[in-house]
């Protein structure tokens, strides 16, 4: 990674905090935008306020730009006679229109420097149905057909990624996973008995972002503890 530029949006916690430190730890240059500022992240980053679910924004872009991650997302658990269409819009605008936006800015410089990669972020609800996702799954699968779609589109100049955790310790999922009695009950529901950590995210976003990566595209990894694939 090293001397790579890498814009990380929604990076200031959570997985997108270990992803921007693990990346500047390997040498590269991070491009990092937030709608709330930034507070413990390594010196020496190129950092902007940017508020993804704004109507127009403009992105401070490098004139190479080897690699993106967007981060940002959101965690409306609720029946589905109690989802006001509100609700789905913000998903949409958090999880979907806001990649949009940032994507039709950035992959004109993406595909001028070439061999660059773009990673997102979606859920186990998208492949696996689970009660109370409804919104959260509909805007994750919308921007996994995106990304596979632009894989297409977009190849061989830029590659495209997606990794669907199943509940990781997040601040995001502080509302589920806030005490030891939910982190234990989260655990069990998942074949290797544990809770998804958000370096072990962040190592497969460094994975795919890397020269080591460069035969991956199109597709979407579930770092899930097996809850998509096994049935113990």
Not at 15 to 24: A, D, F, N, P, Q
Not at 203 to 215: R, V
């Amino acid at each position: 990674m090293e001397n790579k530029n890498i814009l990380v949006i929604g990076g200031n916690s959570g997985i997108g905090e270990k992803i921007v430190k693990r990346l500047s730890d390997k040498g590269a240059n991070i491009y990092a935008s937030n709608r709330n500022g930034f507070s413990s992240l390594p010196s020496g980053m190129h950092i902007q306020e940017v508020d993804v679910t704004a109507d127009e924004f403009t992105l401070n872009l490098p004139d190479e730009l080897h690699g993106l991650v967007y981060c940002p997302g959101s965690i409306n658990l609720k029946p589905f006679d109690r989802i006001k269409l509100e609700t789905y819009v913000e998903d949409m605008n958090i999880n979907f229109y806001g990649a949009v936006k940032v994507l039709q800015q950035a992959l004109p410089v993406m595909r001028k420097t070439g061999d660059a990669s773009v990673v997102g972020f979606s859920t186990v609800a998208v492949n696996t149905g689970l009660p109370f996702h409804a919104s959260v799954a509909s805007a994750k699968g919308a921007l996994e057909g995106l990304f596979r779609s632009l894989a297409a589109e977009y190849a061989p100049k830029v590659r495209f990624n997606i990794i669907a955790p199943s509940l990781t310790d997040t601040p995001m999922a502080k509302g589920l996973l806030g005490s030891d009695r939910k982190k234990e009950a989260s655990a069990e529901r998942h074949p290797l008995k544990a809770v998804g950590e958000a370096d072990q995210m962040a190592a497969m976003a460094q994975l795919l972002l890397s020269d080591e990566g460069s035969w991956i595209s199109g597709q979407t990894m579930h770092i899930d503890g097996g809850m998509s694939n096994l049935k113990p």
